[in-house]
């Protein structure tokens, strides 16, 4: 049995990580990691590879960035050599990026079995490209590996088969609980000159946030009054990076005393970042589910969430991106009022192991 995992940005990295290492308890599987390199910067991805012990990829296809359809296309080209030259049995796709969408659908109409890790997870906004790389790879996969019980109704309404839908858990939560202790060890607050618990911590990278120069204007401004109440530190992503010198905001945001900017961060220390943290402002999925299991408040920069149960049953809470809504519910927390959150069904550890399982049996 030969297996291809695929690997293309930053989210993906430490969600694939824990299934290498489950997979290693099958020595009769052959495994083979692919990255698509839609994410390149060291920051970005190398660091990752490094700090998860993800095996160096077998292959790694140089994609870069460029248009939806261009990162698309170029990766469906390439993957298709691949897949011509390895024959493997299934391909696994973890989440909802460009490489996700491009791979499973080379993958299908070459008759590779596919399976979809983080599967039936909807924002029902179209808008997102997310929502169209997840819907598209749901439909087309053979194996729908699911992170919460409401995700199989999701795809139980849109026709899939029940049969095909596997509630194992979340994968990233694996990772997550492998890493903790070694983070929180780090002393990261402390050597960016903050006190455990008494900063937030703030991403923002999401098209809608951060493409428009009105809406980012705006989240620049939450920026700027967050940072006179409490420390923030906002590790800024190349892409809103860009964005904020191209729209002229990075000015106001230099005369924030209490604001840091810095780099990306790698998985490590953002986790320390996270675990000690007052509160977390962002439009990332993960980051909704790693403070729910970590306990801290998240106020989700977004209209909607695809994972509501960090809302239902986490410490998370969406609230757009106007600005007084944020700083409200910004000094609701900070006053001392925020949930407190339970670990979801499943989000134990070991959704890794209970995934390649299934695969291994299935085959
Ligand atoms: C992508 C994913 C998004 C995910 C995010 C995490 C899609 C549609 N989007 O968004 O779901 O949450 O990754 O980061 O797949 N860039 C660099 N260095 C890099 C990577 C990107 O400088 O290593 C710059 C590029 O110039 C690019 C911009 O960042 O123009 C955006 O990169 P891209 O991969 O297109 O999408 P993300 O916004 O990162």
């Known amino acids: 049995m030969k297996i291809l995992s ?13 299934i290498m290492d489950a997979l290693q308890a099958y020595p009769q599987v052959e495994n083979l990691l692919l990255h698509t390199g839609q994410h390149y910067d060291e920051a970005m991805s190398r660091v990752f590879f490094e700090e998860l012990d993800l095996p160096k990829p077998d292959i790694y296809l140089g994609i870069g960035s460029g248009s939806h359809a261009e ?19 299934i391909v696994i796709v973890v989440g909802d990026v460009n490489s996700t969408l491009a791979c499973s659908v080379t993958a299908v109409k070459l008759g590779v079995s596919v399976a979809h890790v983080e599967a039936g997870l909807r924002s029902y906004d179209r808008q997102m490209p997310e929502e169209i790389n997840r819907i598209v790879t ?11 019980r ?72 939450v920026l700027y009054e967050l940072q006179t109440e409490i420390p923030l530190l906002f590790p800024v992503h190349p892409r809103t990076s860009k964005r904020l010198a191209e729209f002229g905001l990075l000015e106001r945001l230099e005369t924030a005393s ?28 993960g ?32 609230v757009g991106s106007n600005p007084g809504v944020i700083l409200r519910a910004a000094r609701r927390i900070l006053s001392g009022t925020h949930k407190n959150g ?17 695969l291994v049996k299935h085959n």
């Not at 695929?6 to 824990?18: D, E, L, S, Y």
């Not at 209490?258 to 999925?285: C, E, K, N, W």
């Open 258 to 285: 209490q604001l840091q900017i810095v780099p990306p961060q790698g998985y490590l220390p953002f986790l320390d970042l996270m675990a000690h943290a007052r509160l977390v402002l962002t439009d990332s999925g």
């Open 6 to 18: 695929v690997v293309g940005a930053r989210p993906n990295f430490m969600k694939i990580a824990p």
């Open 342 to 358: 339970q670990i979801p069904e499943l989000w134990d550890g070991h959704a890794a192991e209970r995934l390649v399982e299934i």
């Open 138 to 148: 749901d439909a087309l996969s053979d194996f729908l590996f699911t992170t919460s």
């Open 150 to 221: 409401q995700a199989n109704q999701n795809l139980i309404r849109e026709g899939l088969d029940p049969e095909k839908i596997f509630f194992v858990g979340n994968v990233m939560i694996d990772t997550l609980d492998k890493h903790r202790v070694r983070a929180e060890l780090l002393g990261t607050p402390g050597r960016l000159g903050l006190q455990p618990g008494q900063y937030a911590l703030m991403t923002l990278h999401r098209a809608a946030n951060v493409d428009d120069p009105m809406v980012l204007s705006r989240l620049v401004d």
């Open 287 to 318: 980051i909704q589910e790693e403070t729910t299991i970590l306990g801290i408040p998240c106020l989700t920069l977004r209209q909607n969430t695809e994972r509501p149960i960090t809302v239902t049953g986490g410490t998370n809470t969406v």
């Open 71 to 89: 990162q698309t296309a170029f990766v469906m080209l390439a993957f298709e050599k691949v897949l011509l030259e390895h024959h493997p049995d």
